[in-house]
């Protein structure tokens, strides 16, 4: 029926989300799926505050081995299908959990403004080393669908600095 455990564990995974969607919880965690490449670490919604535009935010946890242009666009490919709602979406794919906990941490902290002097910029760069996911050494992947634009920055060499874009309209 599947081509690969990797597709067979996204299936896993969204088995697991449908009920969990039903329910209308907006903030899901969930365990690890063995042997199966993935896991979702976080699934939230933002209300968009005084805005009001609401968007979803996923955060997975995947393989090194199972990282690859084909299995990220499986991946988007049926998130996007399970949430449509609400419309903006963003999906975040780490290799490294440690890096992964850092995003999500750095998300929940005030925003610090530094000074724009030498000092300023020095404490800027330690904080961000500190808390910051790190820019190399792991696999990592994001996919936007906001308004009319859909597409994902992915890195093709865990070593380097460099994303690459693909655009989905």
Do not use: W
């Not at 597409?151 to 070593?159: A, G, H, I, N, W």
């Amino acid at each position: 029926m599947f081509h690969n455990k990797f597709v067979a564990g996204i299936f896993l995974l969204l088995l697991m989300l449908i009920p969990l969607c039903i329910e209308g919880q907006n903030s899901i965690k969930l365990k690890e799926v063995p042997n199966k490449g993935l896991e979702i670490i976080l699934n939230e919604i933002d209300d968009g505050g005084r805005s009001e535009i609401k968007s979803r935010h996923i955060f997975i946890l995947i393989e090194e081995k199972e990282f690859n242009l084909e299995n990220l666009n499986k991946l988007f490919d049926e998130f996007k299908k399970l949430y449509t709602e609400p419309y903006n979406l963003r999906i975040t794919v780490y290799s490294n959990k440690e890096m992964l906990q850092r995003l999500i941490d750095f998300k929940k902290f005030a925003p610090i403004e530094f000074s724009d002097d030498e000092k300023g910029r020095e404490a800027s760069n330690k904080y961000h080393e500190k808390y910051y996911p790190l820019r190399k050494g792991y696999f990592r992947a994001d996919y936007f669908r906001y308004a009319k634009f859909e597409f994902f920055d992915y890195s093709p060499k865990k070593e380097d600095t460099k994303m690459v874009r693909i655009s989905l309209n």
